[in-house]
């Protein structure tokens, strides 16, 4: 069985990081291309960044130069790291993995089967 557990959230003002991290068991993390998504109240659910098993990364614009996907498959560990955050990056963050590289299509959440359970990250102003 799949797990995946998300930690790392929290309250922060605007301009201050967080890191938040993802801790999957049971799937051949290695191989396993992990996403970031997240999703505000009455807003439907968004990409965030992306992590193939061989480490390319994918980042909507909205957070390019402030938020970085990293892993380390000895850990079974995917982290985001981020930095300069804005009142708009408030919203449940949710880490996801799955088993293929859908390269630019990691971006899709449909692509993903496996799904945490979600972490606050709140920014105010």
């Known amino acids: 069985q799949v797990h995946v557990v998300e930690s790392g959230g929290g309250w922060v003002q605007s301009g201050g990081s967080l890191r938040l991290s993802c801790a999957a068991a049971g799937l051949s993390f290695s191989r396993s291309t992990m996403g970031w998504f997240r999703q505000a109240p009455g807003k439907e659910r968004e990409f965030v960044a992306a992590i193939s098993g061989s480490a390319n990364t994918y980042y909507t614009d909205s957070v390019k130069g402030r938020f970085t996907i990293s892993r380390d498959n000895t850990k079974n560990t995917v982290w985001l790291q981020m930095n300069s955050l804005k009142p708009e990056d408030t919203a449940v963050y949710y880490c996801?993995?799955?088993?293929?590289?859908?390269?630019?299509?990691?971006?899709?959440?449909?692509?993903?089967?496996?799904w945490g359970q979600g972490t606050q990250v709140t920014v105010s102003s």
């Open positions: 996801a993995g799955t088993l293929r590289n859908y390269r630019d299509s990691n971006t899709v959440p449909n692509n993903y089967v496996y």
